[in-house]
């Protein structure tokens, strides 16, 4: 399993479509904050988002011999993750809209990666409560575009690959959430401590998958 942990997804699923299914648990650990992030970021409770993790991963599972290795698999994942958030709430709201805003693609970002113990210490429960509070405020369509690139720092084609929309509908998207946030998070942050999904929860969500993987297929 050490070994697993240094071979790229491809090689990984490889195996798997060869009957070692039980590697399926390296997928689970490395992909469990950002399937985390996006359900936490869609305001779905850490239960809710549970759920819809352990539904994408089966999901995934149950088809990833239909993989098209010529996307990233973890764009593939996320959509399916996305996917079953927009089922759950019932909702198909994201169209696309014409890029009329004046971007300033040289927004300053809302997070950095700065580790200094001011920082630290600034970075308090109740901060995260009121940034996670902060981001709820904002329309589905533009939270989403936030979480992805900057929580979950996918790059621009990414992001759109995922959502299935053009390039510059993510600039947009991303340009309004950051104007919508601006007032309320003027401080630096550090985006891998925003929604973190701590290596209890982890181990917690590979038993449940691994579980069920193992009563259904093996």
Known sequence: M???????ETEIISCILQGEKSLY???????NPCLYKVGRSYNYNHEDTQDLM???YLDAFRCLSQFEQRS???T?????MLNNCYHKKQKFSYKNELPTDNINENLCPMFNNSNNDTNRQVYSRELR???EKSLEKIPD????????REINGLNVAETA????ITESNVKVRLNRAKVMLQKELKKIYSETELYEFNLIYCDAMVDRVMKKITEQYI
């Open 2 to 8: 050490k070994d697993m942990d240094q071979r790229t």
């Open 25 to 31: 648990e390296v997928i689970v650990r490395r992909f």
């Open 54 to 56: 352990q539904d994408s």
């Open 72 to 74: 990233n698999f973890k």
């Open 76 to 80: 593939w994942l996320m959509r399916i």
């Open 129 to 131: 409560y009121v940034i």
């Open 141 to 148: 369509e533009y939270r989403i575009v936030f979480s992805l």
């Open 161 to 164: 690959e995922v959502l299935e």
